[in-house]
């Protein structure tokens, strides 16, 4: 069985930083694209952040220049820094990931609640 864990998330003030992790445990083959998404509250989810097996990133352009997504393959973990936050960025952020465990398919989180408020 797979599992896609989320943390990191919490409460942080306009202009701070937040780090996400999103760890995927299971009997895992291989592990290919992994994004970030988030669902603002009373909105619907939103693509952020993609990263592929090889390192290749792609952004929303509300978050080029502040937010920074990353992985470890050898651990199976996918990171998000946030930076610079602003009210904005409030949201339950979720990962998702492409991998094989016998058959390719995605898996989702069950998502981490990122607030920001003075």
């Known amino acids: 069985q797979v599992q896609l864990v989320e943390s990191g998330g919490g409460l942080v003030q306009p202009g701070g930083s937040l780090r996400l992790s999103c760890a995927a445990s299971?009997?895992?083959?291989?592990?290919?694209?992994m994004r970030w998404y988030r669902q603002p509250p009373g909105k619907q989810r939103e693509w952020v952040a993609t990263?592929?097996?090889?390192?290749?990133?792609n952004y929303v352009d509300s978050v080029k220049g502040r937010f920074t997504i990353s992985r470890d393959n050898a651990k199976n973990t996918m990171y998000l820094q946030m930076n610079s936050l602003k009210y904005e960025d409030t949201a339950v952020y979720y990962c998702?990931?492409?991998?094989?465990?016998?058959?390719?398919?995605?898996?989702w989180g069950q998502g981490t609640q990122v607030t920001v408020s003075s």
């Open positions: 299971g009997s895992i083959f291989s592990i290919y694209v």
């Open positions: 998702n990931a492409l991998l094989q465990v016998g058959v390719v398919s995605g898996y």
């Open positions: 990263i592929t097996s090889g390192g290749v990133t």
